[in-house]
């Protein structure tokens, strides 16, 4: 069975880093483009960070440019989201995505492009 594992949510105060990571297993999605977005109740799944097939380009909301680093591990069959200066407003459930394979779209930032998603991890900054 696919499936994407994200892991390394928790509370964590303000300034402070985590490191989300999404695990693969099933498929070997290193030829996928891998995702990160959020949601928060009431609201829609937002865009946070993307990184093409080939891992040579990321992508990044402007809201968290600066201050996450996303990053992909193929031989792990990982992707990481490397948060850094969190502020309350980046309390979300987290979730990772995968797109593909070998996708080439320009568009990295809509959720319906992603073929396959993990069931999320809550982050929660406190002020």
């Known amino acids: 069975q696919d499936q994407l594992v994200e892991s390394g949510g928790g509370l964590v105060q303000a300034g402070g880093s985590l490191r989300l990571s999404c695990a693969a297993s099933g498929r070997t999605f290193s030829d996928y483009a891998m995702g990160w977005f959020r949601q928060t109740p009431g609201k829609e799944r937002e865009f946070v960070a993307a990184?093409?097939?080939?891992?040579?380009?990321?992508y990044y909301a402007d809201s968290v440019k600066g201050r996450f680093t996303i990053s992909k591990d193929n031989p792990k069959n990982t992707v990481y989201l490397q948060m850094n200066s969190l502020k309350p407003e980046d309390t979300a459930v987290y979730y990772c995505a995968a797109a593909g394979p070998y996708y080439s779209r320009s568009d990295y930032y809509t959720a319906r492009n992603y073929d396959y998603w993990g069931q999320g991890t809550q982050v929660t900054v406190s002020s």
């Open positions: 990184v093409s097939w080939s891992g040579a380009s990321t």
